[in-house]
């Protein structure tokens, strides 16, 4: 992993001189070579090459020059012997000897070593609201003291007076296998304060416990690595870092060993997570009333997945591999919580299989359903609330020790953990009942009584690959299939059919068997199907409508025919998963039957007006 990161690092051209890093500067503290006049100059959000004194600062006594903190550069006060603090007091004198090969910086010195300049720059410090944490430099006759090249040249040689001090007999380093002196301490990565990570940084190799000692060997001595290695791996993760997504509360890293066009990298069907995140399930809705703008960027965005899923051969990319890493902070470490790579042909082979095995109908029954970005389906996972306005803020606690197993899954074709099965048929049978309380009824509808859509998804691809790990026969397809042989799925279609029943006699009704029986009829089948076979009879004589009063006894009878004469009288969790894609898919079939007797019944009155 480290050399797959110092390779892309090197590639990208991120290495950056052993003894900087790119820093932000908050602030600059403008002085002037002819005058004592003070002023304060906002810095911007790039970063800075700066001196890094790193691991070098053994002790506390030690900080960086010419970019540091506000209450180091410019201290509030001295301790009690009269003194300045120690950092304050290194920040000087070094700031001196720099002083030697770059004239300039005997301005700043004498700026610090004079009362009234400093309390000048105090009062202007607060009056641009410079916190004491926020980091500060320095600017002379206009121009930053950072861009200068003889300081740079005077710090390269400054420093190895500390490399000195930690002299250690020369290693293997671990990343390029050539002979070098170990870092004791690594410089901290940036990019990981969202997703637990400390402000200031995580260190991502650190040895602090006894039982990081092997051979005799203490902390770094253990895993060598060079300084100047070490930092073109740092870099190469800043910036893999700054645009890499969140998923449950991990960033979701990724690179190839060389260079790809951005439209073929397939990871962006995965990780970007656009406005694809909305709860709603991802139905035809009309458009009337959208923006010509949104919508032409939704259409670009739907294009981006399929010009990646295109059959479109790509050869020379086949010898690609990929690398991924999916990282947290945890106590300003980095956790690493999963690290995966592979080739680019099985990549793309597996991600079409995982988009062929979410293939479902839709509630209508008239297409499949739209394709979302995995953080959008992973909502579905969560604990149903009804009036949950952020479920992403709860994917890090409920999801995060699923996820990496699902990304393995999607990315090498293999089976979704049970985990998957039985959050999705949480979340289904939680939301169904949701309908339940008096709030929803003024607004129920065939959707409201039908699982939802992306969970059954979930349960469609674990049912899939669960299926092809023990070699069984595969008959899951998008629509209801009446020749699959499974009882529980034939339940499920008969609970289907019995809603739509009642739902036509009784549109209503407050409370409809959905309601009432699905929580039962998908533990115990054969207690709640003996129930709702009687009330359907009385709700079939009451319906006006005989034609589809008769096509609603056709449904039950072909399901009964494919359901046999034995009826479950419990359901496992794969059985329990298999009533639920049973009752979805025969509901997006019922929906279509009736959407299109409707068009005809009007085709039929248009005709006969004419």
């Not at 820093?23 to 890094?52: F, M, N, W």
């Not at 900080?63 to 410019?74: A, F, Q, Y």
């Not at 199907?529 to 005989?546: A, C, F, T």
Request: some cysteine; glycine content about 6%; aromatic content about 8%.
């Amino acid at each position: 992993m480290l050399k797959a990161l110092y390779d892309y690092g090197v590639r990208q051209n991120l290495t950056q001189p052993p003894g900087f890093s790119g820093k932000t500067v908050k602030a600059y503290i403008s002085l002037s070579e002819d005058d004592d006049h003070v002023s304060i100059y906002l810095g911007d959000k790039e970063s800075v090459l700066c001196p890094d004194i790193g691991s070098l600062a053994q002790g506390r006594d030690k900080c960086n020059i010419l970019v540091e903190k506000r209450s180091i550069v410019v201290p509030d006060a001295a301790t009690e012997d009269g003194k300045l603090p120690a950092k304050s007091r290194f920040f000087l004198e070094t700031l001196r000897s720099a002083s030697e090969a770059e004239p300039r910086l005997k301005v700043c010195v004498r700026a610090l070593e004079t009362p009234e300049t400093m309390e000048k720059i105090r009062e202007e410090l607060d009056r641009m609201k410079i916190k004491p944490g926020d980091t500060v430099s320095f600017r002379v006759n206009g121009q930053s003291v950072l861009q200068s090249e003889k300081v740079r040249d005077w710090w390269k040689s400054f420093r190895k007076q500390f490399s000195k001090e930690c002299e250690k007999p020369s290693a293997l380093c671990l990343i390029t296998g050539e002979r070098a002196q170990a870092m004791t301490t690594t410089t901290p990565v940036q990019g990981l304060f969202v997703v637990g990570g400390h402000p200031r940084g995580d260190s991502l190799i650190c040895f602090d416990k006894p039982a990081f000692c092997s051979y005799n060997q203490k902390q770094a001595a253990n895993a060598p690595v060079s300084e100047e290695a070490f930092s073109v791996v740092k870099a190469a993760l800043d910036e893999l870092l700054k645009d890499a997504p969140v998923l449950a509360g991990m960033k979701f890293v990724h690179w190839f060993d060389r260079e790809i066009p951005k439209d073929k990298d397939l990871f962006n069907l995965l990780d970007d997570l656009g406005d694809d995140t909305a709860e709603d399930d991802p139905e035809d809705e009309p458009e009337e009333e959208t923006k010509v703008n949104e919508r032409a960027e939704r259409k670009r965005a739907d294009q981006a997945p399929e010009s990646v899923r295109s059959g479109d051969a790509v050869p020379d990319l086949d010898d690609v591999s990929y690398h991924i890493l999916m990282l947290s902070g945890v106590n300003s470490r980095i956790m690493i919580r999963r690290y995966d790579r592979g080739n680019y042909a099985d990549l793309r082979r597996n991600i079409n299989q995982w988009y062929a095995d979410l293939s479902l109908t839709n509630y209508s029954g008239t297409g499949n359903i739209k394709q979302v970005k995995l953080a959008a389906r992973l909502i579905h996972l969560l604990k149903f609330l009804k009036s949950d306005s952020r479920p992403l803020e709860r994917m890090p606690k409920e999801l995060s020790g699923i996820t990496p197993t699902i990304i393995q899954a999607i990315l090498t074709g293999g089976v979704l953990p049970d985990a998957v099965a039985s959050k999705a048929l949480t979340y289904i049978r939680s939301k169904l009942l949701a309908g339940d309380d008096e709030s929803a009824q003024t607004t129920r509808n065939i959707q409201s009584t039908m699982p939802d859509s992306l969970a059954c998804q979930w349960l469609k691809v674990w049912l899939l690959r669960k299926n092809r790990m023990n070699h069984q026969e595969v008959s899951i397809v998008e629509e209801y299939n009446l020749n699959l042989s499974n009882p529980a799925y034939h339940c499920g279609g008969l609970m289907a059919v019995y809603a739509a029943i009642q739902r036509t006699a009784m549109p209503d009704v407050n409370t409809g068997i959905v309601e009432r029986y699905y929580a039962s009829a998908i533990q115990m089948p054969a207690l709640a199907i003996g129930q709702l076979s009687r009330h359907s009879n009385y709700h079939l004589e009451k319906m006006e409508n005989k034609w589809l009063a008769d096509r609603y006894r056709e449904n039950l009878q072909e399901v009964s025919v494919a359901l046999g004469r034995h009826i479950p009288a419990t359901l496992n969790l794969e059985q329990q998963s298999y009533f639920a894609l049973g009752y979805y898919q025969m509901g997006a079939k019922l929906n279509k039957e009736r959407k299109e007797a409707v068009a005809a019944s009007k085709e039929r009155t248009a005709v006969a007006e004419q």
